[in-house]
């Protein structure tokens, strides 16, 4: 029986299995400049954190209709649920589909088609996260909120994702703002290859309560006493972290050592199609390859309960 976890940084689009990718290219007409999912699985290669997200990017053009973002996240439901994900917060990136002339509804409808029925489905509850990206700007970020104002009903908050090295925190002040005025909740993408600064701006500046990935905490003491201090949860993604070359090999991984100093550190897949890997696999890997003990993954995986909005809002609706 696999540990029973909640899965905090998964964007949805990141789940796309060359399999499915085809099956979709083929069901809308889409021509894929791969000849097989045995050469796209070759082009998973990455050397960075841009050089993944270009492939990220060029394989969603086979996402259409409802029933393709529906079909996509009811194939993660599943393979998450066979690996112990009892809730999952799911992260998608409208900017990326509204550009290719995909409207926020086929969006969000079509993934809700999946999501609200996930609980007896898959026996995986769930809440939607909207991403903006972070590469695009302020202005566009702006108009995809006001976008999403009809459907706020099935959006539990939002997250900064995409290429993160130039492009800080603080640019996207207002937006989190008027996010935070509609009651959403806040989370970003800071310290994964940008600097422990964009860590100390998202919190200060976004006001998020929880930050994604975070690895790069590590080079500042005093950040981490306050992360700890605060007990911000991090939301790591061990084999994202090798596959994007953010830490030489797993074996270097930080994962003991922020344990160790206290962090509320927990364990995700990030793009677990591009990655090698799902939440499962990830808890594999780090207690296979860093020695983690089973007291150790039985933490993880209650931090990542008590990372998760689940309690909260279970506690805001009882009143
Ligand atoms: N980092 C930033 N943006 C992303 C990622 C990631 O790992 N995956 C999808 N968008
Ligand atoms: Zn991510």
Known sequence: MPLPKAELHLHIEGTLEPELAFELAARNGVELP????????????????????????ELMAVLRTERDFEDLANAY???AAAQGVRHAEIFFDPQAHLARGVDMGTVVEGLWRALGSSESAHGVSTRLILCFLRDESAESA???????????????????????????????R???????????????????????EYITEALDVLGVERVDHGLRCM????????????????????????????????????????????????VNSDDPAYFGGYAGDNFGAVHRTLGLSQDRLRELARNSFLASFLEDDEERRAR
């Open 142 to 172: 702006m108009r995809t909120l006001e976008a999403a104002k009809p459907y706020l009903d099935r959006i539990t908050g939002v997250g900064l994702d995409s290429a993160e090295v130039g492009h800080p925190p603080v640019k996207f």
């Open 219 to 266: 080079e500042d003491e005093q950040l981490v006493a306050r992360l700890v201090r605060d007990r911000v949860p991090l939301t790591l993604c061990p084999l994202s972290n090798v596959r994007l070359r953010t830490v030489d090999t797993l074996a270097d991984h930080p994962l003991p050592a922020m344990l160790d100093a206290g962090l509320l550190c927990t």
């Open 34 to 57: 791969y000849a097989d999912t045995d050469e796209l699985r070759k082009a998973y290669e990455f050397e960075d954190l841009q050089s993944f997200l270009n492939l990220y990017y």
């Open 174 to 196: 207002e937006v989190y703002e008027a996010a935070a005025a509609l009651g959403l909740r806040r989370v970003a993408h800071a310290g994964e290859e940008g600097p422990p």
């Open 77 to 79: 439901l599943a393979r």
